[in-house]
Nanobody
């Protein structure tokens, strides 16, 4: 499975972006999908995850109430509202090893290329 995240860009603080994650090679419809981010000089951190059928979602405390993860038959989305400068990072999507996955990176098998989100103050 190859994953590709897209939709990043430059936005002012308080603005919104929607990231998309698409798979090629095989479907990820039976897998949980997670979003992670990595800021310059920092470790990659968990942002959000969604179960295989969208019935369960998890969020990092830092994004709760501002970010929303969703999916349809082909893609997984991360709607980011109320963006802050500290949200600046490269955002990655990853396919889980099973139908459900949480914050642990070990729960994910396939990782995509990231997309850069820059939030200006």
């Amino acid at each position: 499975v190859q994953l590709q995240a897209s939709g990043g860009g430059l936005v002012q603080a308080g603005g919104s972006l929607r990231l998309s994650c698409a798979a090629s090679g095989r479907t990820f419809s039976n897998n949980a999908v997670g979003w992670f981010r990595q800021a310059p000089g920092k470790e990659r951190e968990f942002v959000a995850s969604i179960s295989w059928n969208g019935g369960s979602t998890n969020y990092a405390d830092s994004v709760k109430g501002r970010f929303t993860v969703s999916r349809d038959i082909a893609k997984v989305y991360l709607q980011m509202d109320g963006l802050k400068p500290e949200d600046t990072a490269v955002y990655y999507c990853a396919a889980g090893r099973s139908a459900h996955a949480g914050a642990a990176r070990s729960g994910y098998l396939y990782w995509g290329q990231g997309t850069l989100v820059t939030v200006s103050s």
